[in-house]
């Protein structure tokens, strides 16, 4: 049996809870990809999106919210529908299936590329996959920010490779006692060409993710 987000979600609610101090790291990496991409409209896509409270809760007071435009995908429709109450202007919210890259057809090249609570959910083979077609979805220069579990054994430490071998300079990688990692990597080389007939992934079940 699938697990039930929407109650999956409810752990936010609790500040002291590992979900919301993952919660404040990710807000502090899309804070500082937000600070340093130049003058101009800001492109953002969000996988699995949930809530949104990842970049939603960034924008509602941070200064450039007025430059960013982008899609968040959630395939719960009630997730979908409350990140769409609190999506400011400019910010749409699609109840879809975020596996394919059609999901993001008019919504890339993207500078700020979201795949938070994705990597604990597939398979390793699924992880390496998305993380070297993430470059077909950026635009030149673009920020990825991701997930993931730090259990054994620790993917992470391959996740991070498979960025660096996909052109990706490292940013910052965050870790906790409560086992779960944040990176955030800036593509560095040439952007790859679109393609919105891909799947990325397949959901095989989750862990802490």
């Known amino acids: 049996m699938g697990r039930d987000w929407r109650e999956w979600h409810t752990e936010y609610e ?21 600070d340093s991409f130049p003058p101009g409209p800001i492109r953002v896509i969000s996988a699995c999106a949930g ?13 450039r919210v007025g430059d960013v435009t982008g899609r968040l995908v959630e395939l ?24 394919m890259t059609n999901a993001y057809a008019g919504a890339v090249p993207a500078e700020l590329v979201l795949m938070c609570g994705v990597f604990g959910n597939v398979s390793d083979e699924d992880i390496e996959h998305t993380v ?50 944040v990176g955030a990597h800036r593509l560095t080389a040439a952007p790859a060409t679109f393609r919105d007939d891909t799947r990325l992934f397949s959901f095989v079940g989750y862990g802490m993710v």
């Open 14 to 34: 609790d500040p002291d809870s590992r979900l919301s101090r993952r919660l404040l790291v990710v807000q502090g990496y899309i804070r500082d990809a937000l």
């Open 51 to 63: 809530e949104g409270r990842d970049l939603l809760g960034v924008l509602a007071d941070h200064p």
């Open 76 to 99: 719960d429709a009630d997730l979908a529908a409350i990140a769409t109450e609190h999506a400011p202007p400019g910010i749409e919210v699609v109840c879809g299936d975020a596996s």
């Open 132 to 181: 070297r077609a993430l470059p077909s979805l950026s635009a030149s220069g673009a920020v990825a920010i991701w997930t993931r579990h730090t259990r054994p054994p620790d993917r992470t430490v391959d996740i991070r490779r498979w960025f660096a071998e996909s052109g990706y300079d490292e940013i910052g990688f965050t870790t906790s006692d409560d086992l779960f990692g």
